[in-house]
């Protein structure tokens, strides 16, 4: 998601706001975003080399020493194009080793809402009391008084799914804490 | 070989309008990737652009990088709009800034930086200590708000250049492990070093521009990366061997020739290779400029010694 410009100066505060708060030993978390995904990649089931373009099964044998591997989880028919003719990978094996990116994601969110939560609740009561804020402010009023029944009442649904949303992985990033890595009761 | 039979020897050859386009993109890239990275650097390390020539490189690297996200980005089948260009611009300027923290603090300061980044990219921490290192992290931050940084082909693409930059640093700062091995056996080492080294930054560069690449469009994408670094190897040749810098292009006999042989085979891969399209011609455009300037470079270090700051377009 692109950004307007004029919102640009303040994420570079944010940005290196967070990185001196963690410095300061004021954030708990161990991690703020792993970009880092060898783990991952190294149990994928394909493995295609970008030197040669010949797609591989993980392991095979033919393999260069050194090649540039990078890991693939699903093929498609054009894929098989490149299909080494030693391993012979198919595109139609089931593999349920999915990077888990979109959970990771969500987590992520939990835990970045989960700690800058008093921060941000704090910065908006700051903020309303500035004559920006005030303004804003008067505005949202505005807007929302305008607002037909119907249109009101999406809104505050919208409003409290999303409530319920984060409510809902916070409880699960608790019980993960709690209980381990596989999350169980 | 004068430059002009260097070029008349590739199995691809450049309509007569090529070069002309590729002159008027390159001054329209210097001038918007100034008016980007100057307002950043005012803000976060002003004293970046008192030093000219360091300055002038930068912006030099992020232009080249632009030139190549265009002809990716229309390989692949996309339109090179403003959000595109700033990432390129932006992915320039990142890479021009690390590439400083490897290369010119001393070796204390690069093996540090080498675990640095390394935690930049296990655990999303960065301790800012310089206003060098602040301007890197606010690029590197508008960077990743650009992008979905959890695509799976993205992040394999930076860790691969990571660990590329970390084998291209110990292969300079530990040169015994290198020269224990036989001749031949170093000479693949740096070669496929020099490969990885730009084959995974221009998958990253057309990653971060591109919702997906299919797999053969990442071969020949790595192909023509792998072809930028031997060009640019051979045109540093004599500043890298000052510098004690070991690479594949500064330790064959006869560079030029070698040059050729390499600039030929990845030509006609290429050229037979990618889709018959605007891109395919910017990016073939600018692989043989970049190697003819290259030449030039090479041949006039030779004669006047190599200096680590020229400034070619």
Redesign the interface.
Known sequence: MSTSESARPLLDQAALAVQALHRAGRLGSDVLVRIDNTEETAAAPYQFDAARGTLHRRGCRAIPDGAPLYARWHLTRDDLKHACKRCKPLPDEQHNTEPTDRADLLFGLVSLVDQFGGVLKERGKDFRKTEEGQQLSAQLGAIYRNLGRREKDVLDTVLSTLDAVIERLRALDRSLNRNGADGRD | MRPARVASGLPWQPTPELAARIDALARAYRTEVRDTLAPLVA??HPALSASATEYAKMLELSTKMTLVGHACTMLSGYEFDA?RRRIAILFGCCCFLADSFLDDFGPAATRLYLQRF?R?????????RTERE?LF??VL??L???RD?????L??????LHAAQAQDVMLRLDPDHLAALPERHQRT?LK?NA??RS??AI?ALTTFLVPSL???M???I??AG?LIMFIDDHGDCYTDRRDGRLTYMNQVRDPERVLHRIALAYFARLASGLPSNEGRDLLLGFLLRYYLTRIDKHREQRRRGGTAWDVYE
């Open positions: 803000a976060w959000r390394a930049l990219l296990s655990a999303g921490w960065f301790e800012i602040r992290y606010v931050a508008r990743f708000a650009e940084m959890l695509d799976p082909l992040r394999q693409a930076i860790l691969r080492l496929r490969r990885d084959g995974h998958i299919p797999l053969a990442i071969a020949l790595f192909a792998a």
